[in-house]
């Protein structure tokens, strides 16, 4: 019956006595009340995370340094322009019959009667068949045309400038063929070169054109005056009328 103290109600005779802390009886045992629960749980603060500070590598470093290095390296260097000197000349243009003729001044003045070169200009004039005392159009065009300053003087700019004017002039009257005599006059104007020398040129906005080396080469050089008669020949139809 899982008894394990039991006791009389009365005195039993010839009982041993019984030990007084059984009849002591014990206290009820009382329950302490449990903690009551929350219904909303209240917010736990978050450690505050503390900024992560990065320290950067030797080998991190040293890359980025180098970079503008390399492209330094790898940059082209700037290409230097050469300036190009300008062109010196003096030309001279003058009007026999149907032609014009653009021609070097040798010594960079405006021709004289008794100028052996111009005395050799009258006589390839005359073997042509032309006015052996042509007409000067203007002054000389010497170039460059200002000593100072910025404007642009160079070989294009020359070029320009000698062609408009010979335009300019040769839409004045007519021009059967433009004569052009010496290096300037056929580079600046035929925009040719010293091997074109006794050819025909068809330059744009002049027409034909003649070009002949210079007359200051031509008597240094007198057996290129052979040469210069030959093509005489071949384009003396040009400018003399049909009836001769």
Known sequence: MQVVH?????????????????????????????????????PVAKP?????????????V??????????????????????????????????????????????????????????LLKDMLRAAGLPDSPQLIGEPVRW???????????????RDFVQGFVQARR????????????LPAVRFAGVADAESYNRELQVEGLGSAWALPGLELLMDEPQRKADVWQAMRRLMARWKPNDE
Do not use: M
Request: glycine share 4%; hydrophobic share 40%.
């Open 48 to 60: 505050v995370e503390r900024p992560k500070i990065e320290v950067p590598r030797p080998a991190s």
């Open 62 to 119: 040293n890359r980025a340094e180098s970079k503008p290095a390399v492209a330094a390296e790898d940059a082209p260097a700037p290409v230097k322009v050469a300036q190009v000197p300008p062109p010196r000349f003096s030309l001279q243009l003058l009007r026999a019959g149907r032609c014009l003729v653009l021609v070097e001044l040798p010594t960079g003045e405006a021709f004289q009667s008794r100028d052996p070169a111009y005395l």
């Open 171 to 182: 839409e004045e009257g007519e021009c059967a063929c433009l004569w052009l005599i010496g």
């Open 6 to 42: 039991w006791l009389p109600r009365t005195e039993l005779p010839f009982a041993a006595p019984s030990r007084p802390e059984l009849f002591v009886e014990p206290e009820p045992l009382v329950e302490a009340p449990l903690p009551e629960v929350h219904k909303a749980a209240e």
């Open 144 to 158: 460059p045309l200002l000593v100072r300053g910025n404007l642009d003087q160079g070989p294009e700019a020359a």
